[in-house]
């Protein structure tokens, strides 16, 4: 181990890691803490505030021992990103459950303010689509319920902001939000980089009630109450999770591409400045230093979730799954995972969950198998969307638990038709913002990151181009099946 050393903490939804590097980039030690999540009406998805918070002082002390914690000079944060909480700006108290972004309570409440005008400015303003996944619902959600006259948020009582805003309110301080983070909650103009008082208004949410947004490098508070490490340790960069992990692969070129893999999956490439973006992606903020930085991003619902859902279907374990789908073929069925709608490209909170294709033939194996290629599918929906933005498509990345899986990625690569390159780094969100914070005190230079960038496997596609158009349509025709509308109103 050589000191100095350098503490990442990545709070993402089911677990908070923490990845600590010294001065070579050298993996010094690793720590990680589960998280619980809740589901108290179908569709709801809740987590506990201080359950996170007490989820990194875990997985910190899991890391870091008494005799490292004098030699960490810096930190970063990556959090998940669309979830949303209330606090007392006074007191730090939650008022609030964290509405995860997997919550879809407010789907009623965005069809009823979505006119086509509406629509319109949320998207032209955001970059983002009218959802229940961003945070801006969720916000007036709980302000709905805990302040309906906004009195108290008007005052400034009450704090409402995303996960990053509510970790770095445990070290006390201004209320911030990341400029990255910002951008998800569909408050954000995303070209300015500032609230947009517009938006405001459409979601009712006060402007005293959310905190200040900064760059991607601060300045933030120092840490605190996170044992064993001394208080005053400076948090010298916050990002969001994918947009952490985008950063820790090296992709600084406009066109370079990476799919992070998890619960559900992010699919997030850097864009020319004033890119035209096809409308399946939205426009977010990959991350803000000297100035912003734009990139186009698609989000999956479901890519682990598929796996996980179908291996409890099977009654196996999801390692069993995949080792059953390993070599097998689907018999042509397709899986759409569209248990509560479906992203992007498609955008559709009333798509259904649909099996097609099988026959009292069909196998286990070619259930599983359908599962597994449902992710690659998804995947390839937003390359082909990004690839018809007006950036040329560059490198392709993939990270993410799932992406250990080899059978999966050359799934992946066959699909898309296009090489993909695996890190051999998984814990790349947290790995991120280490990265950010080392820069940002000088303890490594960008060409030193560079010359460190890990290994690559590369995955070259195998399908001729006739059998995987014939799969894509497949695909594509089982996608229509899933978003189909019956004209006929239901039997009384």
Do not use: Y
């Amino acid at each position: 181990m050589a000191a100095p050393l350098v503490l990442g903490i990545d709070q993402g939804t089911s677990s908070t890691k923490c990845l600590l590097v010294d001065g070579s980039g050298t993996i010094v030690s690793l720590g990680q803490a589960a998280l619980a999540e809740t589901h108290p009406q179908p569709g709801w998805v809740e987590q506990d505030a201080e359950a996170v918070w007490a989820s990194v002082q875990e997985a910190v002390q899991a890391c870091v021992s008494p005799d490292q914690a004098g030699d960490i000079v810096a930190a970063g944060l990556s959090t998940q990103r669309e979830s949303v909480v209330a606090w007392d700006r006074a007191t730090g108290e939650p008022l609030s459950k964290v509405l995860s972004w997997q919550d879809r309570r407010t789907v009623a409440l965005a069809a009823s303010i979505g006119t086509p005008a509406v629509l319109d400015r949320v998207r032209a303003i955001s970059g983002l689509p009218l959802d229940p996944m961003f945070s801006a619902l969720k916000a007036r959600w709980i302000l709905d319920s805990i302040d309906p006259d906004r009195t108290r948020a008007k005052a400034g009582a009450i704090c409402i902001g995303t996960i990053d805003s509510w970790l770095m309110s445990r070290f006390g301080g201004e209320a911030l939000v990341e400029a990255g983070n910002a951008s998800r909650t569909q408050l954000l103009d995303v070209d300015r980089g500032t609230w947009s008082d517009e938006l405001l208004a459409i979601f009712d949410i006060p402007i005293a009630a959310l905190p200040r947004v900064v760059p991607s490098n601060g300045p933030f508070p120092a840490l605190r109450r996170l044992a064993p490490l001394p208080d005053g340790v400076p948090l010298a960069a916050v990002m969001a999770d994918s947009h952490a992990a985008l950063f820790a692969h090296g992709a600084k070129r406009p066109g370079d591409v990476k799919a992070t893999q998890g619960t559900g999956s992010s699919v997030m490439g850097l864009v020319t400045s004033g890119a035209t973006l096809d409308p399946g992606v939205c426009k977010t903020i990959a991350w803000s230093l000297d100035g912003i930085v734009h990139a186009a991003e698609g989000n999956i619902r479901a890519a682990g979730a598929t796996l996980r859902w179908v291996a409890g279907l099977l009654n196996l374990s999801v390692d069993d799954l995949m080792a059953l789908a390993e070599g097998a073929d689907s018999q042509g069925v397709s899986l759409v995972p569209g248990f509560n709608g479906l992203g992007a490209p498609w955008w559709d909170d009333q798509a259904v969950g649909l099996l097609t294709n099988f026959t009292l033939g069909t196998s286990r194996a070619a259930v599983a198998r359908a599962a597994l290629d449902s992710i690659a599918h998804q995947i390839a929906d937003v390359i082909d969307a990004i690839h018809r933005g007006s950036t040329p498509l560059g490198r392709l990345f993939v990270d993410g638990g799932p992406t250990r899986n080899d059978d999966l990625l050359q799934a992946e690569a066959d699909l898309i038709g296009r090489p993909i390159l695996r890190g051999s780094t998984a814990e790349l969100s947290a790995l991120g913002v280490i990265q950010l914070a080392g820069l940002e005190i000088g303890l490594w230079t960008e060409a030193q990151l560079a010359d460190r960038q890990p290994r690559l496997d590369m995955f070259e596609p195998r399908l001729s181009e006739a059998t995987r158009r014939g799969a894509r349509e497949r695909w594509r025709r089982a996608v229509e099946r899933s978003r189909f509308r019956d004209p006929m109103p239901d039997a009384a």
